[in-house]
């Protein structure tokens, strides 16, 4: 049975850090381009970060660039969100997808 | 960054009833389309993918169609676990964009 599972979100004050971890089980990891997603409360779906597996390219939102780094880890099957200087327009819901696949979320709030 | 423009953002339908979503794209994105279900709080389930392949255990009532910038999904008769967000999203470049998303209501 394919498993994504999130965790590491929780309550952060603006400027403060978070590290988001996804544990992936039941496909091969590295076959696919691994992202996360976040969906701010009562609002859409908001790509935040992709990881591609031809030759370990990684993407970020414009709204992310230069704050957040996604990275892998293909012994622990576990993708990773290293989220630094938090704001309040990051609360929302993270989602780690990938081949198809996605996790029930985990829940950043930014909030003094 | 390529847009996507999602219409309607809304609809109201009956069980039973056709309903099609359509997504357009600012730029051409050949087949590079997927289509997402959201039910409330859960997380989004992908139901299309290459602009109409289904997902394996997706009902046949789902479908998709569309190339280059116009592309469309279809249930066939609308069913009570239908009722739900759906999204599309451009995965041809970076960026990755999603559409705002279309809520199909109970009539």
């Known amino acids: 049975e394919v498993q994504l599972l999130e965790s590491g979100g929780g309550l952060v004050q603006p400027g403060g850090s978070l590290r988001l971890s996804c544990a992936v089980s039941g496909f091969s990891f590295t076959r696919y381009d691994m992202a996360w997603v976040r969906q701010a409360p009562g609002k859409g779906l908001d790509w935040v970060s992709s990881?591609?597996?031809?030759?370990?390219?990684?993407y970020y939102a414009d709204s992310v660039k230069g704050r957040f780094t996604i990275s892998r880890d293909s012994f622990k099957n576990t993708l990773y969100l290293q989220m630094n200087s938090l704001r309040a327009d990051d609360t929302a819901i993270y989602y780690c997808?990938?081949?198809?696949?996605w996790g029930q979320g985990t829940l950043v709030t930014v909030s003094s | 960054d390529i847009q996507m423009t999602q219409s309607p953002s809304s609809l109201s339908a009956s069980v039973g009833d056709r309903v099609t979503i359509t997504c357009r794209a600012s730029?051409?994105?050949?087949?590079?389309l997927a289509w997402f279900q959201q039910r409330p709080g859960k997380a989004p389930k992908r139901l299309i993918y290459a602009t109409s392949t289904l997902q394996s255990g997706v009902p046949s009532r789902f479908s998709g169609s569309g190339s280059g910038t116009e592309f469309t999904l279809t249930i066939s008769s609308l069913q009570p676990e239908d009722f739900a967000t759906y999204y599309c999203?451009?995965?041809?470049?970076?960026?990755?964009?999603f559409g705002q998303g279309t809520t199909v209501e109970i009539k």
């Open positions: 990881f591609t597996v031809s030759g370990d390219n990684t």
């Open positions: 730029q051409g994105i050949r087949n590079d």
């Open positions: 999203l451009q995965h041809n470049d970076y960026p990755r964009t």
């Open positions: 997808a990938g081949g198809g696949h």
